[in-house]
């Protein structure tokens, strides 16, 4: 696809007479409002046509200025970043601190379900002093974790004359009102069909002028028509999500090449507290009832088979919350369930249930998604079916939702239990504890224990290395007693390129999020 007359528009955007890289998905977009969505789908658009005031650098875990110059403790409890000077948004309205206090505080005013505010737990207020400074005072001292909740969704700068400060604003009119800060802007957008983006010749981020200043994001309902098309070369690349065989047809497929990156990507299940089987909002609420049965399909799961069979070991298995790798990590699901040393024990997971008096088999309504998780998510979750009826003790009904969907249902307690995933937004283990048991979670599931967020709040700001991995175990041990969520996977997800793409490094970022402004074609 070409396009002629390479000019600069009044409103930031650039057109070239370069040819377009044309990405592809089966992902969803669930909003491009960053206070409402904070899922992959969503994120893959917001990380390019939104800017954050620090940013982490393709392979590396450390956050550096993006929009700001730099950022400095000015007191136990504050941070101040000093923005750049002269930013302005691609439709021309001048961004300044106002923009920045704006942006904060509308996330933490709005709170969207399935918004990034529960990032924000420390922040207390955002001020604005003048035009490129923004003070950040917090609730608890010695936050070193602060600079990098700065770099995610939780982080990205909208216009304030665009967005209304107590609501989610449309799709729609916010690509009307251009009001994009990241390297590229949205050109055409047609919601989980097809976006074109051109370079915002306003950006003055880290990640520079883009390579490439037209890109397209084409998007799938099938994963083989998107393997097809890579094929026949009508894609250049793909970013979530193919099955693994047709990640393994396609490495060796001549003019294709697929790059594995980080593997700090978790799959689990949630257990709704109100409407699992003996939940709070049920007929029978019976919370020790309700507890044995979390308990028992822990002690069920064969999370080895899953690895091998579904994912032919790309996937490994995963036994805490935070994924083998990062410091204060622990296998806390390993030691208390099945056979102990990770597998699965049947008489393990029938005495449970008869010790509260629970009948069997228990009934369990399980939902899972193919769209955003991929299409191998039907084969995980049939599998899962198999290894828990297989026990005798439960008669599990499946059930698929579109991801669209899927976020608004799961938050209003439709599915007592239901499959989640999570990439993080930094690489440090509370980014796998606090979305999921903090307050306020994103996860949103009805759990809450004083104990294992008292613990969570205490290693955000203990400074010494050694005490916090112990917090971080205690909270890890004490929630998986529990068994709000059961996590089953841990690994990678790939990114398919032909071969005549450059500019994809081998590590990507450390959190893996996949950017289009080192992309070219040779």
């Avoid at 899922?39 to 939104?50: F, K, L, N, R």
């Avoid at 691609?90 to 379900?113: M, P, Q, Y």
């Avoid at 193919?242 to 990156?261: F, M, R, S, W, Y």
Wanted: one cysteine or more.
């Amino acid at each position: 696809m070409a396009l002629t007359g390479c000019t600069s528009s009044k409103d930031g955007e650039t057109t070239s007479s370069a040819a377009a890289i044309t990405v592809g998905t089966t992902d969803q977009v669930t909003s491009i409002d960053p206070a409402g969505s904070w899922d992959a789908g969503s994120g893959t658009i917001e990380s390019e046509v939104y800017a954050t005031l620090l940013a982490q650098k393709n392979g590396s875990a450390d956050v550096s200025p993006d929009l700001a110059t730099g950022i400095r403790l000015t007191g136990p409890k504050e941070y101040t970043v000093t923005l750049k000077k002269g930013l302005k948004f691609a439709n021309g309205h001048e961004l300044t601190s106002s923009d920045v206090k704006f942006s904060f505080d509308r996330d933490l005013r709005i709170a969207d379900e399935n918004g990034p505010s529960s990032l924000l737990y420390n922040l207390a207020s955002v001020a604005a002093p003048d035009a490129t400074t923004i003070v950040f005072t917090l609730k608890s001292a010695n936050d070193t974790l602060f600079p990098q909740v700065l770099s995610t969704a939780a982080g990205y700068i909208v216009d304030e004359q665009v967005f209304p400060a107590d609501k989610i604003l449309d799709d729609t009119s916010i690509v009307a009102a251009k009001p994009w800060n990241g390297p590229y802007g949205i050109r055409s957008y047609d919601k989980n069909s097809l976006v074109s983006f051109t370079a915002n010749a306003r950006y003055q981020g880290q990640l520079g002028t883009p390579k490439t200043e037209n890109v397209q994001l084409k998007y799938y309902t099938d994963a083989g028509n998107l393997k097809l098309d890579v094929q026949q070369g009508t894609i250049d690349a793909v970013y979530r999500t193919l099955t693994t065989a047709d990640l393994g047809d396609l490495a060796k497929q001549k003019g294709v090449e697929v790059h594995t990156g980080s593997g700090n990507g978790i799959r689990y299940i949630v257990f709704d507290f109100a409407t699992q089987p003996y939940g709070t909002k049920t007929k029978n609420a019976d919370a020790k009832k309700a507890l044995a049965v979390r308990q028992a399909v822990a002690d069920s799961v064969d999370r080895s088979q899953l690895a091998q069979q579904v994912y032919k070991n790309t996937y490994q298995p995963l036994y805490s919350s935070v994924p083998d790798g990062l410091t204060g990590a622990t296998a806390s699901f390993k030691s208390l369930y099945g056979d102990q040393q990770g597998g699965p024990d049947k008489a393990a997971a029938a005495a449970r249930l008869k010790a509260a008096k629970v009948k069997t088999p228990v009934t369990l309504n399980l939902q899972y998604n193919s769209d955003h998780y991929g299409s191998s998510s039907a084969d995980e979750y049939a599998l899962v079916k198999t290894q828990l009826e297989a026990t005798g003790l439960f008669k599990v009904n499946l059930q698929s939702t579109e991801w669209t969907q899927y976020g608004k249902d799961r938050v209003k307690h439709l599915y007592p239990a239901y499959q989640l995933g999570w990439y993080a937004d930094y690489l440090d283990a509370d980014n796998y504890l606090s979305p999921f048991y903090a307050a306020n979670s994103w996860v949103a599931n009805g759990y809450s224990d004083p104990a294992v967020r008292a613990l969570i709040k205490k290693e955000e700001t203990e400074t010494d290395p050694a005490a916090r991995t112990e917090l971080l175990k205690q909270a890890q041990d004490k929630a998986a007693a529990q068994v709000p969520l059961l996590p089953l996977l841990q690994g990678s997800t790939a990114i398919v390129t032909r071969t005549d793409i450059t500019g994809v490094p081998d590590e990507l970022d450390a959190t893996y999020q996949f950017r289009w402004a080192g992309l070219a074609k040779k």
